[in-house]
């Protein structure tokens, strides 16, 4: 009985020296912990304020706004890096070890995120070649919208029905990319049915000089009208005629409605399924 109390003794004594040893370190490694959340929170003021003059500095370079966004990305990991690095020597952390790590977790995370790093290298693909910029409406990997930024790892679309599309820059960067609205214009084309009765240079005739009415119809090139196909119920009609870049989503149902009246107004029909019943007497 009594070795169990003088070794129920020692334990407690062992227990409160390696708390009482803990506590002093601690309490002596308080202050350097103490340095190192400063130092952290003034490098973050400082890494935002860094951000903002850089976004200052692009903005009057008049740097493109994609490389722009895509820069402000990398130049803010960089930082935060950096500045955890910098509260790791502060603790007291080697800097060889530090090193050491950084290396080793940089081949566990370059093995475990190969996809990520190929949206990275897409990424510099983008902002190099410079397929589209910010604002400009693209079709690539079956998803279309009007590019509203590019980040290390994704390129942000906004559709015509406002919903954000995010496509991984690696994807972007190796697939076809239409840009629909980087020369300015675009040529829409419009196809209208006449039954075979009608007077077919009338019809186009009114055609072009419809088209030639709207607002949003470019003078230059000149529109055209053309027979596309001759079908089982009429003969189609296809108008071309280029728009602006901001008109184009518009344009169709614009000069369908105009078409409508046009006809209307000329007595031009338009073409619907029948059918035909012979009887026998």
């Known amino acids: 009985m009594e070795a169990q109390l003088e070794a129920g003794q ?54 493109n706004a994609t490389a722009a966004g895509f820069g402000k990305s990398l130049i803010r990991i960089l930082l935060y890096t950096f500045l955890i690095i ?18 080793a977790a940089g081949l566990a995370v370059g093995l475990a995120l190969q996809n990520s790093l190929s949206n990275l290298a897409g990424g510099f693909i983008i902002l190099f070649a410079k397929p ?14 009007f590019v509203e930024s590019v980040t290390i790892l994704y390129t942000q679309l906004i559709t015509r029905d406002n919903r954000s599309i995010y496509l991984p820059n ?24 006449v039954s075979y009765q009608t007077d077919l240079k ?3 005739d009114t055609l072009l ?31 071309y005629y280029w728009v602006g870049k901001n008109d184009s989503f518009i344009a169709p149902s614009k000069l369908l409605e105009a078409v409508k009246y046009a006809f209307d107004e000329a007595g031009i029909e338009i073409p619907y399924p029948q ?3 012979h009887t026998k007497s």
């Open 275 to 277: 059918i035909d019943v």
């Open 10 to 63: 020692e334990a407690i004594q062992q227990t409160t020296g390696l708390l009482t040893d803990m506590w002093k370190r601690l309490v002596d490694y308080f202050p350097t912990m103490i340095v190192a959340l400063i130092v952290f929170l003034i490098g973050m003021l400082l890494a935002g304020c860094v951000n903002k003059i850089i976004s200052r500095g692009m903005k009057k370079a008049q740097f």
């Open 202 to 204: 009338n019809a186009k």
């Open 209 to 239: 000089e419809t088209v030639k009415s709207l607002s949003i119809s470019r003078k230059e090139p000149e529109p055209s009208v053309a027979v596309t196909e001759l079908g089982t119920h009429g003969i189609t009609l296809t108008v």
């Open 170 to 193: 690696s994807i972007v960067s190796s697939g076809a990319v239409q840009n629909l609205s980087q020369n300015g214009t675009l040529r829409i084309s419009v196809p209208v049915s």
């Open 86 to 103: 910098i509260c790791l020597s502060i603790l007291g952390v080697p800097m060889a070890s530090i090193v050491a790590v950084v290396g």
């Open 132 to 145: 589209f910029q910010r604002g400009d409406y693209i079709e690539t990997a079956g998803e279309s919208g």
